[in-house]
């Protein structure tokens, strides 16, 4: 009988629990001989995704250092609290309680950078962050429905899904094995790649021969390993650290009140339903990969962080919050499950955020050598959806036909980025992230073939049973 997504977390897989175990893997807390590298690992894997959107944005709306270093200070105080709150939780109200990291998404750069350049000088940043702080609200405001749909995600869907996420993302690290800048004139120069090359290296030997918490720990080794080659040929950039601040608290409205205005906050409430379906993606994939239960009101309480994450960051200078696949990444490749590892993680980056100093030096780190690890990071999304796949009855014709589809409709958007350009700007949102996509078709096409009259429910009913 196949396994279901929503299967009970004491069900037996490649991630189960042994029985005699009182203690459940997520809940399971390290000692910090282990807790402080694997807590690195995910700090490493997120920190240039963490920084992106800021600097791009800060960039875009002619920020000084100074206002970029307080502009990324933000983003990490923000990406801290929030995957604090999410992996600890508060209650029943908010918190998935699973290792799940949260923090600005890079879905919202280009529906904010248009923003800015249709909004005055000096009130470029205002008008964003009055349209991030409504689309918090907005997801406060639906989160609950979201955990209601979960019936329509089965494996065939999730896996689908699951699989989109690793395949849509892996040109981020080829992008950053090349250098990082797609506008420098070395960009895919030998020296990086090369650099990228060694750190995957690493990696996969430290995998092959490392036995127990060494091999857990295989890609926290492969960015040291790669980050000390970076020095002897000047690829690691110390200027940051000789101009960071020490200590920087954030100021509540350090860029301006915000301001409201009905076209940016519609094409950010739009960009916040693809963030809240990429948050319920990720939430169903930690929930395979830990064998724990992901119901409905996980993902309730899943979807209010991130609301209350997007809805809080503008008052410091936040943007639209969301989850970081490259850290389910993290767990599945290195089996640490622990929420406690990644709520580590989140209290380093709310340190991070009030010292920037520290930020810097985690900054070290080349994005050659995080090329290399981005690889096996994506790479092994990508196999827990398929792994997911295999279970879901391929056997029959009409799922083939679904999964071929779906995925074809996700790989669209990497395949052609301007497919879509003669769509409407909401269409271009929407469709333009293969995961939304993916998933979009998927859930339409699983009630087209199984929902939709009596001889479908009762196969899939024989599917579940």
Request: proline share 7%.
């Amino acid at each position: 009988m196949a396994q279901t997504a929503l299967g009970p977390a004491e069900a037996e897989g490649p991630c189960s629990t042994p029985l005699e175990s009182p203690v459940h893997p997520v809940d399971e807390k390290p000692a910090p001989s282990r807790l402080v590298p694997a807590a690195l690992q995910h700090i490493a894997a997120m920190y240039a995704g963490v920084v992106t959107p800021p600097l791009i944005i800060g960039q875009a709306v002619g920020l000084d250092q100074a206002g970029l270093t307080r502009l990324i200070a933000a983003s990490l105080l923000i990406a801290g609290c929030a995957t604090l709150l999410q992996t600890l939780g508060i209650g029943g109200f908010a918190g998935n309680r699973l290792p799940f990291v949260n923090a600005a998404s890079s879905a919202g750069i280009a529906p904010m950078l248009a923003i800015a350049e249709t909004s005055a000088p000096g009130h470029q940043l205002p008008v964003i962050y009055g349209a991030v702080l409504v689309a918090g609200a907005f997801c406060l405001a639906i989160g609950p429905f979201f955990g209601r749909l979960l019936r329509f995600f089965p494996p065939l869907v999730t896996g689908v899904v699951i699989t989109l996420i690793g395949v849509t993302l892996m040109p981020v690290p080829v992008s950053w094995a090349q250098g990082g800048d797609k506008e420098a004139a070395d960009f895919g120069a030998m020296k990086y790649l090369a650099l990228a090359a060694f750190t995957l290296t690493v990696i996969l030997i430290v995998q092959r021969f490392g036995r127990g918490f060494l091999k857990q720990v295989a890609l926290l080794i492969g960015l040291l390993a790669g980050t000390l080659a970076a020095v002897p040929f000047g690829l690691a950039d110390f200027s940051a650290i000789r101009s960071a601040p020490v200590a920087a608290l954030p100021t509540p409205f350090a860029f301006g009140a915000p301001e409201f205005r009905p076209a940016a906050i519609l094409s950010l409430c739009i960009v916040m339903l693809v963030l809240m379906t990429e948050s319920c993606a990720g939430m169903l994939a930690l929930g395979e990969i830990c064998d724990r239960r992901t119901d409905g009101r996980t993902i309730t309480r899943g979807l209010r962080t991130d609301g209350i994450a997007t809805f809080l960051g503008p008052v410091f200078g936040g943007f639209p919050t969301s989850a970081f696949a490259q850290n389910v990444g993290v767990v599945s490749l290195t089996k640490v499950r622990s929420r406690y590892v990644v709520a580590a993680a989140g209290g380093a980056l709310l340190v991070l955020g009030v010292f920037p100093v520290l930020g810097a030096v985690v900054s070290l780190v080349p994005m050659p050598v995080l090329g290399g690890a981005g690889i096996v990071l994506f790479g092994s999304i990508a196999v827990s959806g398929i792994r997911t796949l295999s279970e879901a009855g391929l056997d029959d014709s009409s799922n083939i036909v679904l999964v071929a589809v779906a995925l074809g409709a996700g790989i669209i958007p990497l395949a052609a980025p301007g497919f879509y350009a003669g769509f409407p700007s909401w269409a271009q949102t929407v469709l333009g992230s293969g995961i939304s996509a993916g998933a979009l078709v998927a859930v339409l096409l699983n009630l087209f073939f199984h929902h939709l009259g009596t001889h479908g429910r009762t196969a899939v009913a024989l599917k579940s049973s």
